[in-house]
Each structure stands twice: as structure tokens, then as C-alpha cells.
């Protein structure tokens, strides 16, 4: 099983999580002529679409979802609120399907299933997604991570993780306080330090690859990001574990989850747990 990311960040996100047969998108947060270029830029067919997960109604997270589905004449999968915040949106001529939180839908050969998250908005949820042999978990947008996140977690060789924000520069940043409020309450956006606390006992479980995404353009570094969670992971001794940054503007990936290694599109930014250096183990 492969996943790719196409965008991650405030300006848009997109990934692409594919089976031998099978693939699903996970939010359209760009165009849908931006997100079929992202896709060619990874090696993914858009034919080989069976359907688009959305997690929930955030412009960054849905601003191209209708010219998408209708043009690959695609699913959409949401919870019912979720679907009632787009509806006026996204326009007509969608094959609404409600998939709730708890739920599991078979997709072709790829199995997902919903799970609630923290965040202001309807209804979100993140995901996983499992071929059988390999399970990625999705998890941006969320203020705290509670015990079903974590549960979610923890069974996954592959999580997606928001590490957004450095709170010392948020809290420093020329953003008005009642934004920066916003951010760091419980419906926000998860801190390096809070994403990084996960971590602990992510690195007790099957993780083989974590991949940092939404990460704010103003409030946070890729590379404090990158040495918050390698510090973290050097500590408990997993030093096996892949670590990958997801950017704006930068496609990563396909990932493959056999070995945490990607080919085709540009890197985000990429090292291994045992290197404090930000080596790319992704190639053009």
C-alpha cells in the first residue's frame, strides 16, 4: 500500500492513500485541475479513483471537492453533518454517501473507517485505511488527541499527524489573540509538543512510518517540527521508524509502507529517526 501526499497547510490539503487496485483521496482542498497534477506528479492515475473522503467542511480541506467529484465522477464520503455543512457548497450532482464515525465502508479492495476528532466545525473525523496487510491513520485538524484517536493510532504501520504549531511562536506571532485562543484551545489545531507527546506511545506499537502535516506557515518550522518528533522517537528507541514532513506547495510521495521509502514526486522533506539531519530518502 502506498500514500501519497498531494498538499498539507492552511492554503490546502490533499492525500492519496492507494491499494494494488484500489486508491481514495482524502479531502480536495485545492482544484481539481491542481489536484489531477499533483496526482500525475506522484504516478497516481485518476481513473484508478474509487472515492473522496472528506474529513470535514474547512474551505482548506474542500474548496475543490465538487469540480473534482463530478469530474471523475467519484463518491464522497462524510458524515451526515458534514455532508449538510457542504451541501450548499459543492453544488449538485453528487453521490453523497454518509459514513459515520465508528462505521466501516469497504471500498474496492480498501477498507475505511471514520473516527472523531476535535476541531470547529459539523462533524470531524479522521480515518483509516487498510488493504489487509498495512493500515494509515489520518489525523490534522484536531485540538486533543482523545482515547478513540489514540486507540486509531496505535493500530497503524502508518500515521499522518498534525504537528502544526510551535506554541512559543505562536503565542510570540503578530496573529490577534483571539485567533492564536482559537488555535491552542481544544477544538484547534495539535501543538509540536502535544503532537510529539502522542508519540510516546505511538513508538510501543506497529509504527514503521509518521509523516508531519499541517504544518502552519507562520507558526511553526519544518525542521522544529522534524527534530520535535526525532527527539522524541530516539528516546524510546525506535530508531526504525521513518519520518517524513508534508509541505505546502510540495507533493511527498508515493510512500511505500513495505519499507517508508518514496519515489516520484518532489520530497517535503524526509529523514530517518536515527539522523538529526533532514537526509532525503526521497527521490525526483
Known amino acids: 500500500m502506498d500514500i501519497s501526499v498531494l498538499a498539507s497547510g492552511s492554503s490546502g490539503n490533499s492525500l492519496v492513500v492507494s491499494s494494488d487496485s484500489d486508491a481514495l483521496l482524502v479531502d480536495a482542498g485545492l482544484s481539481a485541475k491542481r489536484i489531477q497534477s499533483a496526482l500525475h506528479e506522484v504516478g497516481m492515475d485518476a481513473e484508478r479513483l474509487s472515492g473522496i473522503l472528506v474529513t470535514h467542511e474547512h474551505s482548506d480541506h474542500v474548496s475543490g471537492l465538487g469540480p473534482v467529484a463530478r469530474r471523475l465522477g467519484l463518491p464522497v464520503f462524510a458524515t451526515l453533518r458534514t455532508h449538510e455543512a457542504l451541501r450548499s457548497r459543492i453544488g449538485d450532482g453528487i453521490d453523497a454517501v454518509v459514513?459515520?464515525?465508528?462505521?466501516?465502508?469497504?471500498?474496492?479492495?480498501?477498507?475505511?473507517?471514520?473516527?472523531?476528532?476535535?476541531?470547529?466545525?459539523?462533524?470531524?473525523?479522521?480515518?483509516?485505511?487498510?488493504?489487509?496487510?498495512?493500515?494509515?491513520?489520518?489525523?490534522?485538524?484536531?485540538?486533543?488527541?482523545?482515547?478513540?484517536?489514540?486507540?486509531?493510532?496505535?493500530?497503524?504501520?502508518?500515521?499522518?499527524?498534525?504537528?502544526?504549531?510551535?506554541?512559543?511562536?505562536?503565542?510570540?506571532?503578530?496573529?490577534?489573540?483571539?485567533?492564536?485562543?482559537?488555535?491552542?484551545?481544544?477544538?484547534?489545531?495539535?501543538?509540536?509538543?502535544?503532537?510529539?507527546?502522542?508519540?510516546?506511545?505511538?513508538?510501543?506499537?506497529?509504527?514503521?512510518?509518521?509523516?508531519?502535516?499541517?504544518?502552519?506557515?507562520?507558526?511553526?518550522?519544518?525542521?522544529?517540527?522534524f527534530e520535535t518528533a526525532v527527539g522524541v522517537l530516539e528516546k524510546a528507541g525506535r530508531s526504525d521508524i521513518h519520518v517524513l514532513l508534508a509541505g505546502k506547495g510540495e507533493t511527498l510521495g508515493p510512500v511505500d509502507l513495505g519499507n517508508g521509502t518514496c519515489g516520484r514526486g518532489r520530497r517535503a522533506g524526509a529523514g530517518r529517526v536515527r539522523s538529526k539531519e533532514m537526509t532525503t530518502i526521497c527521490t525526483e
Open 99 to 225: 459514513i459515520e464515525p465508528g462505521t466501516s465502508h469497504r471500498i474496492g479492495g480498501l477498507t475505511a473507517s471514520a473516527f472523531s476528532v476535535s476541531h470547529d466545525c459539523a462533524d470531524p473525523v479522521g480515518y483509516t485505511i487498510s488493504d489487509g496487510d498495512h493500515r494509515v491513520a489520518i489525523a490534522t485538524d484536531l485540538g486533543i488527541v482523545g482515547r478513540s484517536v489514540r486507540h486509531h493510532l496505535s493500530e497503524a504501520d502508518c500515521v499522518v499527524l498534525e504537528f502544526n504549531h510551535d506554541e512559543r511562536m505562536l503565542l510570540d506571532g503578530s496573529y490577534p489573540w483571539a485567533l492564536k485562543q482559537r488555535i491552542m484551545a481544544n477544538t484547534g489545531h495539535l501543538s509540536n509538543a502535544a503532537a510529539a507527546r502522542e508519540l510516546v506511545a505511538l513508538a510501543r506499537g506497529p509504527l514503521s512510518v509518521l509523516i508531519l502535516a499541517h504544518l502552519s506557515r507562520d507558526n511553526n518550522t519544518p525542521r522544529l517540527a
